[in-house]
């Protein structure tokens, strides 16, 4: 299946958001829309940090283990994400890329390496729910950020 790839430009730096979404209980705030339960274990940020949510997308309820497998502040977060009994298999990849005028694109590659036959059968549409999520995520994502900006001192 092709990837899907949603970004956002927001006001703070590379390296604010990178530690911001270094930190792996912080993504519970912007995608809890579809990602609830979250119970996080491992180191609290960097690679090896991990959580287990309940992903509910297009009517369908899937435990999903999510693990940081690459990192590199303030440019680049690898997640690994095992769902569907382990037949879905992605990974997950924030990219952080200054912007010239200030500030920073941050985009989300959600790559499927292994998927279920139904998933491969209805591709478009499953690309397309994924896609809207995912570009709600990062509209929170951007409130998240701009909302800690604003109590940092």
């Not at 912007?30 to 609830?36: I, K």
């Not at 999903?64 to 440019?75: D, G, S």
């Not at 570009?135 to 604003?150: G, H, K, Y």
Request: glycine share 8%; with cysteine; net charge positive.
């Amino acid at each position: 299946m092709k990837p899907v790839t949603v970004s956002i430009d927001v006001a703070q730096t590379p390296e604010q958001v990178y530690d911001f979404l270094d930190v792996m209980a912080h993504h519970e705030r912007f995608t809890d829309h579809y990602l609830t339960g979250w119970h996080c274990s491992g180191p609290r940020r960097g690679v090896g940090s991990c959580a287990r949510v309940t992903a509910a997308l297009g009517g369908v309820r899937t435990a999903v283990t999510i693990e940081v497998v690459e990192a590199e502040a303030p440019r680049r977060i690898v997640e690994r994400n095992v769902s569907a009994a382990g037949r879905r298999l992605a990974h997950g990849t924030y990219g952080i890329d200054p912007l010239p005028a200030g500030g920073s694109r941050v985009s989300f590659t959600y790559a499927w390496d292994r998927a279920p036959l139904a998933d491969r059968l209805f591709a478009p549409l499953v690309r397309s729910v994924m896609e809207r999520a995912n570009r709600t995520v990062m509209r929170r994502l951007a409130a998240e950020l701009a909302r800690a900006d604003s109590v940092r001192p």
